[in-house]
């Protein structure tokens, strides 16, 4: 296994967009896990699978041929990266993050892409149980209010007029149902760098992360 980097947090803390720049920068290939949670639950709501059928969830994201490039990501050959991000989605990701059964599946193939690269991978639980023996974890947080103005600014930008509270509120049920499914649930492993990120900028943050992956390796 090449170098592995662990980012973790919770919703909005701006993962993504820095896990993606710290790999360019390393020269790492880039994970983002929500979306294969995502894909799996868009494909499962394409397919209409009853999404309390633990089951046939579990044969479906067995079966299901996820890939990524870039910002892309494809399921069975499908671009879906634009459909992953609705908010029905969104509402329905616990169907497939809540069972354990299906976070193996998905972690079975997160260590699979691990395999002979280096890795930047961010999500909730990559530093806990994904990559327990990660070289380097970093859990990414900021205040609930301030992810919230971040996240709004952001669907603003986008052209969705939402209000604060509205999202504040959308987002605290998120982190919730993050935090409180029984396996892999959304935590700062004991060994992780945490970085508050409230008072930085992007580039600040993403300077920090940096700081933090070279005093790991
Ligand atoms: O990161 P993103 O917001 O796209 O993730 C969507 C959802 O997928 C999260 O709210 C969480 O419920 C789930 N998830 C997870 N484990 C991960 C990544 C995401 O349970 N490693």
Same mark, same amino acid.
């Given at each position: ?31 983002? &896990? ?51 991000? &609705? ?20 972690m079975r193939q ?43 600014s952001q669907l ?62």
């Amino acid at each position: 296994m090449g170098m592995i980097v662990t980012i973790d947090g919770p919703a909005g803390a701006g993962k993504s967009s820095i896990a993606r720049d710290v790999a360019a920068e390393l020269d790492y290939s880039f994970l983002d &896990t929500g979306a294969m949670y995502r894909a799996i639950t868009y494909g499962a709501m394409q397919k209409g699978i009853d999404l309390n059928d633990v089951g046939t969830l579990v044969e479906f994201a067995e079966a299901a041929h996820l890939t990524w490039c870039d910002d892309r990501i494809d399921l069975d050959d499908n671009d879906i990266s634009v459909e992953i991000r &609705t908010p029905q989605v969104t509402s329905n990701i616990r169907y497939i993050a809540d069972p354990p059964e299906i976070r193996n599946c998905l972690m079975r193939q997160q260590r699979r892409i691990a395999q002979g690269r280096d890795l930047v991978t961010e999500g909730r639980d990559q530093g806990t149980e994904v990559f327990p023996d990660a070289h380097c974890k970093v859990f990414l947080t900021a205040s609930p209010e301030e992810r919230a103005r971040r996240r709004q600014s952001q669907l603003q930008a986008s052209g969705r007029q939402v209000s604060f509270e509205e999202v504040l509120m959308a987002q605290n049920q998120r982190d919730l149902e993050d935090r409180m499914r029984p396996v892999g649930r959304l935590r700062a492993a004991p060994d992780a760098i945490v970085i508050q990120t409230d008072a930085m900028g992007p580039e600040q943050v993403k300077q920090a992360v940096l700081l933090a992956v070279q005093s790991c390796l």
